[in-house]
T-cell receptor, first 115, second 112 residues
Framework: GNSVTQMEGPVTLSEEAFLTINCTYT??????LFWYVQYPGEGLQLLLK?????DKGSNKGFEATYRKETTSFHLEKGSVQVSDSAVYFC??????????????FGKGTLLTVNP | EPEVTQTPSHQVTQMGQEVILRCVPI?????FYWYRQILGQKVEFLVS????????KSEIFDDQFSVERPDGSNFTLKIRSTKLEDSAMYFC??????????FGSGTRLTVV
């Protein structure tokens, strides 16, 4: 079955530090890959996505590149801010037809950014 | 921007009681989902719903769970006899073909 393995947290950084959160996946077919963010007390928000190999998703300074050869989709940001403190989830959607499109999530990584 | 609305935001119930979690998906969306997140754990798929029927359900979604779209706007998740281990955040989501998911902000269910 499909699965997502995400770097264990928590991750604590100082403001302006470089962030990497690793994510690897196992899937049948050709999945789409996503990063979701969950701020304290809120729901899941799509941060970025990539739908095919070598695509780079980007948003709010975050980037991730779909690497089929290493089955990875690592999240990076060059300079984090206190407001980036949240839980980050890597996810995939792999559908071979039908009407489902369900998401498979990783365990989430708690990021805390200190001033 | 259209939103998925979930009510209530927090519900406390006694073990063995029935609960109904309510969701109003985005009006022109056709695919509907429930996910849950036990505190500190990953988000898990429960069920997907399309064309007025369940299209897939996980092994978590046993006979105690049911979903319904009673009136064309609401999408409900019913748990018939709650257990302590049903305590979690439940997220509703909807989408159209070719669009991204839109998640609601969740209902925190606490079973005591």
């Amino acid at each position: 079955g499909n699965s997502v393995t995400q770097m264990e947290g928590p991750v604590t950084l100082s403001e302006e530090a470089f962030l990497t959160i690793n994510c690897t996946y196992t899937a049948t077919g050709y999945p789409s890959l996503f990063w979701y963010v969950q701020y304290p007390g809120e729901g899941l928000q799509l941060l970025l996505k990539a739908t095919k190999a070598d695509d780079k998703g980007s948003n709010k300074g975050f980037e991730a590149t779909y690497r089929k050869e290493t089955t990875s989709f690592h999240l990076e940001k060059g300079s984090v801010q206190v407001s980036d403190s949240a839980v980050y989830f890597c996810a995939l959607s792999a559908n071979s037809g039908g009407s489902n499109y369900k998401l498979t999530f990783g365990k989430g990584t708690l990021l805390t950014v200190n001033p | 921007e259209p939103e998925v609305t979930q009510t209530p935001s927090h519900q406390v119930t006694q073990m063995g009681q029935e609960v109904i979690l309510r969701c109003v998906p985005i009006s022109n969306h056709l695919y509907f989902y429930w996910y849950r997140q036990i505190l500190g754990q990953k988000v898990e798929f429960l069920v997907s719903f399309y064309n007025n029927e369940i299209s897939e359900k996980s092994e978590i979604f046993d006979d105690q769970f049911s979903v319904e779209r009673p009136d064309g706007s609401n999408f409900t998740l019913k748990i018939r006899s709650t257990k302590l281990e049903d305590s979690a955040m439940y997220f509703c989501a909807s989408k159209m073909l070719g669009t991204d998911y839109t998640f609601g902000s969740g209902t925190r269910l606490t079973v005591v």
